[in-house]
């Protein structure tokens, strides 16, 4: 089983619509999760981090499941702009500050 | 602020060429990492900084890989005798790595093609 999986997509949703992506983790010792975003052909840019109470920030919300070791994003109201590949990243294993990432979810959203 | 910077942004070589990649991270930021990203895939890891500590290269893919850090700051990733498989966009991040903080910060990354 891979550390950290996620499904590649491509998600494809209009505009307005409601769009989850889940990302798994094998290591339940992980501390810390985080979302990034991945525009093409550009570095990846940090979305936001998710906490065990779950956050919201605007239109995003991320929520942490310590017990079934997955973490989802959930965007409300998409917008062409959010077209990207979002990345889960996991870390804190073992006081380990080395991240692992997912391979990313392709998001595409279209008029 | 500044962002992480790296430089140079393109880098096209010759196969059995060496070449160095410079990462200036956000200053007081204590961790810098190297990744590379090849075409349509995920980021890999190559070499951990964290302060004045030894370097974590376990994530290096061969002894023709190496990196530095000077005074805490900058970093240059050196590879030698580049392979055609070499080719991909290595990115540099770094991140402050206090207790409650693993959060990264990307360089636009240097795209580098070994002809």
């Known amino acids: 089983r891979k550390e950290v999986e996620q499904d590649p997509g491509p998600f494809n949703v209009p505009e307005g619509a409601t769009v989850a992506f889940n990302c798994t983790y094998s290591?339940?010792?992980?501390?810390?999760f985080f979302w990034y975003r991945q525009d093409c052909r550009k570095e990846p840019k940090l979305l936001m981090s998710?906490?065990?109470s779950g956050n919201e920030d605007g239109r995003f919300t991320a929520q942490l499941n310590r017990a079934s070791q997955y973490i989802s994003l959930l965007i409300r109201d998409s917008k062409l702009s959010d077209s990207a590949t979002y990345l889960c990243v996991v870390n804190g294993a073992g006081g380990s500050y080395i991240p692992t990432f997912g391979r990313g979810t392709s998001l595409i959203v279209h008029p | 602020g500044a962002g992480v910077s790296q430089s140079p942004s393109n880098k096209v070589t010759e196969k059995g060429k060496d070449v160095e990649l410079r990462c200036d991270p956000i200053s007081g930021h204590t961790a810098l990492y190297w990744y590379r990203q090849s075409l349509g895939q995920g980021l890999e890891f190559l070499i951990y900084f964290q302060g004045n500590s030894a370097p974590d290269k376990s994530g290096l893919p061969s002894d023709r890989f190496s990196a530095e850090r000077t005074g805490g700051s900058v970093s240059t990733l050196t590879i030698q005798r580049t392979q055609q498989e070499d080719s991909a966009v290595y990115l540099c991040?770094?991140?402050?790595?206090?207790?409650?903080?693993?959060?990264?910060?990307f360089g636009p990354g240097t795209r580098l093609t070994v002809t």
């Open positions: 998710v906490y065990s």
């Open positions: 290591n339940s010792a992980s501390q810390s």
């Open positions: 991040a770094s991140s402050p790595t206090t207790v409650s903080s693993y959060e990264q910060y």
